[in-house]
């Protein structure tokens, strides 16, 4: 296998090789810029008098004479002679005209005073100094003579060092830390604030010897500087749209229901919408009403909170609802604190917010009162002392406030009978009623004839713990055992009348609501809403992921799409009915996936380093391979289908041919030159060459059909076309990186394919919709709230009519309808706007 290494081989050895391998990058660029200045000193010298070079107080030439840019160079720079007091030679520097503030490496020059600007410090070990003299007209050829200073040291070259001392320290340089054999142009002059095309040097730091502005901008992460190239199309980033996009996104359908670690989470209002929560919404359901879901059921949302609801409850009227959400941090690392919101649900605004600064943790259980119409909102929050507090719903103030100093741990649900006796369900599975009687006045304590509460009858209702307690309108009671997973109807003196079982793969009974006529719905701990009767059993119209989820891809052809995560299931979902399709039990962590463009297979990367792919129709595993041992991260079909690349924690790609039907795959090759693990990849056009990402923030280019080779020099790739843009690092997209970005605040992002938007996925629980491309920092951007965790992936539909966004730890799938400028309907396709071939005029919106 060539995976595997020999038995000497060691850390120090891969260090060795991995180090080898830059000093190649560093030296083919090197020859690369040398090449380019050769030409510029070759056409300086037919056009500049002998003595031009001897003397720096000659007159450059004239516009009209002065040679063109060497090939290959864009207009805006041009060559300038560069005498250095440290070298015998004498070297030519690209001197960039002045352009755009955008396409500025580093600041300018400080103005005024009457000291000289000093020298500043090679990115990639290089020395240049600032000339003494004003500058010449654009486009001339003109000397640059530098300050003579002879008592400032220079971190890697010495005024006194002696011919036998350069090559030492050549080396010496090249063997720098691989950070600083990336910087390789641009400026890295102080610059007071963070900024993403700033850079961090310091004072002393000086200009890189082959700065040629005009052809790469950079940004840095964590300190570490990202060299892109800028396409030949671009002339001026100017000419890049700017603003955010006209299009816009709708949230058209939540996937899912927090029945997981939540009680008492579902109701039925008056109009027959069903309500409930997961991450920050609140969904109100529709079965069988309005178009678009299962059965003709239809959602609406509520998106007023902030942070994660906890709980729910239902007016009296069956109007209002109270909603209460859980204490968090905003993207600062502030707190954020808990508050009840209650809500018109007809027409979906707040009407009032209670308790805000007055909870702690977060609002654990909510009811009102029912006897006065609903005047009064109990509070339970998730303090220490679970601190239960009574409101004034009209005025939003508090009444009262008491300590719960012993929290329930034996009772999860109560139930209220016409008679005025009270149901209560324990961990135990019995069922008590509780009736009730005048005290006895000679018992110490008690004080006068008072009513009280004492166990009547009892009954062993379930195994294991009832979560769930239900009246009907009948006056019968539904009961749900967490073990059994059985349904009970129970008649007057706890008779049973009838049950049923929920199927072991929906979970245990959570919630039950009593619907419209004699339906029922269920919630179950795995997340999944039933609908049905005890007779005629019960079927799923909403079901979700229990654990955190990863993997996300999208079907080429169909509105269908497929993801998976930690609860191990691989789920096939249907984008037009809103419904599951499929799902199958991985039995290993999910963590990647990627349709082949025929849609017949799809390959699922695990955290195990093994790699499955599954028949679509069958669902049958039809090949199950494994890559090393470390978690796989991506997974990506070539655009002819013909390769299979798959990006390990190991820092290597694999890459696998794959047959026609996309059911047989053998190793082509691996791609090895990263220095940690891939994070993102993407196909060109072609199916030639991969663009990858790395979790030290590289960005490298391959030539798979040329032999997995790694193209080291990347000014090469800069004008070739991808077929996705899913990499988190690159040119088209660096503006989508918020200021003062610590590298993890963006977990994902997707181009569309009409190449107008780019959707990215954040660490702070937010979607943000940008213009394609996005090549200018800080961008603006549409910001869309709802998921409460991050978000981990996010990809447009094969039409881009939807974006489907995951959260992490909520397990929440939000699908967005795409809506184009001004909200009529879904953004018409439009012909390729890669800006690398394309003129700039075709960049405009």
Not at 241 to 268: H, I, M, Q
Not at 418 to 426: A, E, K
Not at 625 to 636: A, F, H, M, Y
Not at 738 to 748: A, F, K, L, Q
């Amino acid at each position: 296998m060539d995976g595997a290494g020999g038995p000497g081989e060691g850390p120090a050895q891969e260090a060795l090789q991995s180090l080898s391998r830059r000093l190649q990058v560093q030296e083919k660029e090197m020859e690369l810029v040398k090449a380019a200045l050769a030409e510029a000193l070759r056409l300086l010298r037919l056009q500049a008098p002998p003595t031009s070079l001897q003397d720096p107080g000659t007159p450059g030439p004239t516009r009209d004479s002065s040679p063109a840019a060497p090939s290959g160079l864009p207009p805006t720079c041009r060559p300038s002679l560069v005498s250095r007091s440290t070298q015998t030679e004498t070297e030519v520097e690209m001197e960039p005209s002045p352009g755009p503030p955008g396409l500025s490496n580093g600041p300018p020059a400080p103005q005024g005073g009457g000291e000289e600007p000093s020298g500043t410090q090679s990115e990639g070990g290089g020395s240049s100094s600032s000339g003494t003299g004003s500058p010449g007209p654009l486009g001339i050829l003109r000397l640059v003579q530098p300050p003579q200073r002879t008592d400032t040291p220079r971190r890697n070259s010495s005024s006194s060092s002696s011919p036998s001392e350069r090559p030492r320290q050549k080396l010496s340089r090249k063997a720098a830390s691989s950070a600083n054999l990336l910087l390789r142009s641009g400026s890295t002059e102080s610059r007071g604030g963070k900024d993403p095309l700033s850079s961090p040097g310091g004072p002393g730091s000086r200009r890189s010897n082959y700065n040629l502005e005009g052809i790469s901008v950079k940004m840095f992460l964590r300190g570490r500087p990202i060299t892109m190239y800028i396409p030949s199309g671009i002339r001026s980033l100017e000419e890049l749209p700017s603003g955010p996009p006209p299009e816009t996104l709708s949230l058209d359908w939540v996937y899912g229901y927090r029945g997981r670690d939540s009680r008492s989470n579902l109701f039925v209002l008056r109009s027959g919408e069903v309500v409930y929560f997961i991450a920050c919404v609140v969904v109100l359901y529709r079965p069988g009403g309005g178009p678009g879901g299962p059965g003709g059921g239809g959602q609406r949302h509520y998106r007023g909170h902030t942070d994660c609801v906890r709980c729910l409850a239902v007016h009296p009227d069956g109007v209002r609802v109270a909603s209460g959400q859980t204490a968090g941090v905003d993207k600062d690392g502030k707190p954020l604190q808990p508050v009840v919101h209650v809500w018109d649900s007809e027409t979906l605004l707040k009407l009032q917010e209670i308790g805000l600064g007055a909870f702690e943790r977060g609002v654990g259980a909510l009811a009102f009162s029912v006897a006065d119409q609903g005047a009064f909102l109990c509070v339970v929050d998730d303090s220490n002392e679970h601190m239960l507090s009574v409101w004034d719903c009209s005025r939003g103030t508090k009444l009262a406030e008491i300590k719960k100093y012993k929290k329930p741990k034996f009772i999860p649900c109560f139930v209220f009978l016409p008679d005025g006796d009270i149901l209560t369900g324990d961990s135990e599975g019995n069922i008590l009623t509780w009736g009730r009687s005048l005290s006895d006045s000679r018992t110490p304590g008690r004080g006068g004839a008072k009513e009280t509460y004492g166990i009547v009858a009892q009954a062993h209702a379930h195994e294991g713990s009832i979560f769930a307690l239900c009246l009907l309108r009948d006056g019968t009671v539904l009961s749900g055992g967490g073990r059994d997973r059985r349904l009970v109807q129970w008649g007057p003196g706890l008779v049973a009348l009838q049950e049923a079982e929920i199927p072991e793969h929906f979970g245990a009974v959570r919630a039950i609501a009593e619907g419209l006529g004699s339906e029922l719905l269920v919630g179950t701990t795995k997340n999944a809403l039933l609908r049905g009767d005890l007779a005629q059993g019960f079927s799923p119209v909403i079901q979700g992921h229990t654990d955190e989820l990863w993997g996300l891809c999208t079907h080429p052809f169909q509105n269908r799409f497929l993801t998976c995560g930690h609860d191990r299931q691989l789920c096939l979902w249907d984008g037009e009915g809103h419904a599951l399709a499929w799902s199958i039990d991985l039995k290993e962590t999910g963590l990647c996936a990627d349709f082949h463009p025929s849609g017949a297979v799809v390959a699922v990367g695990l955290n195990t380093g093994r790699w499955l792919v599954l028949d679509t129709e069958t669902r049958e595993i039809v090949s199950d391979i494994t890559d090393g041992n470390e978690q796989l991260s991506v997974v990506r079909y070539s655009p002819d289908g013909l390769y299979l690349a798959i990006g390990s924690h190991d820092n290597m790609i694999y890459i696998y041919s794959v047959s026609s039907d996309g059911a047989k795959s053998s190793r082509f090759g691996r791609c090895v030159g990263h220095s940690s693990f891939i994070t993102h990849l993407d196909w060109s056009k072609d199916g030639n060459f991969i663009m990858s990402n790395s979790g030290d923030y590289e960005i490298l280019y391959w030539d798979v059909a040329g032999g997995c080779k790694l193209l080291r020099n990347r000014y090469e790739s800069r004008d070739r076309e991808w077929a996705t843009y899913t990499c988190v690092l690159g040119f088209h997209v660096y503006g989508v990186w918020p200021d003062g970005s610590d590298g993890t605040d963006i977990n994902s992002l997707c181009r569309s394919h009409n190449e107008r938007v780019v959707a990215v996925a954040d660490d702070f629980c937010k979607v943000h919709l940008f213009q394609y491309p996005c090549a200018r920092a800080k961008a603006p951007s549409l910001v869309y709230g709802g998921h409460g965790s991050h978000v981990t992936s996010v990809r447009f539909t094969h039409d881009d009519s939807h974006l489907v966004s995951l959260g992490g730890k909520d397990a929440s799938i939000f699908q967005w309808l795409v809506l184009g400028p001004g909200g009529a309907g879904p953004a018409p396709a439009t012909p390729s706007r890669t800006p690398s071939l394309s003129p700039a005029s075709s960049l405009d919106v």
